[in-house]
């Protein structure tokens, strides 16, 4: 899957925690995963279930350090170095129903498997 990071909000490790760090630098900054890139990862059985399965590669457009260098783009894609498993549960934000043709369609927080839905 391709994922837009320019999209993301971000927080820094350090005493400005927020996307409003504008000229400063660090060098821990974790990116807050929009709803569409959690549940297209979410929807990959075969990714997002333990620290081996996700990868991590970027281009040197990332970022820039305090000079003003292109951070090196990777060569080979990064393990994560930690994980934490999804453990809360979905939850159905909306639905609609048309009586016309008795169709009830339900959205969910994040992916479910449809075969597991009880109607």
């Not at 990071?5 to 350090?14: F, I, K, N, R, T």
């Not at 807050?32 to 620290?51: M, P, T, W, Y």
């Not at 060569?75 to 498993?85: D, G, R």
Request: aromatic share 10%; charged share 15%; hydrophobic share 40%.
């Amino acid at each position: 899957s391709i994922f837009s990071p320019s999209l993301w909000p971000y927080e820094s490790e350090g005493p400005c925690k927020t996307a409003n760090c504008s000229g400063r630098f660090y060098s821990v900054v974790r990116v807050h995963l929009s709803a569409e890139d959690f549940n297209e990862i979410a929807r990959d059985r075969d990714i997002g279930v333990s620290a081996p399965t996700f990868l991590l590669e970027w281009n040197p457009f990332i970022a820039t350090d305090v000079f003003g260098n292109l951070i090196v783009g990777s060569t080979t894609p990064l393990q994560a170095a930690s994980y934490v498993a999804d453990e809360s549960a979905g939850v159905v934000v909306s639905f609609s129903i048309d009586m016309n043709q008795g169709l009830l369609t339900l959205s969910f927080s994040e992916p479910v498997l449809a075969s597991t839905v009880n109607t």
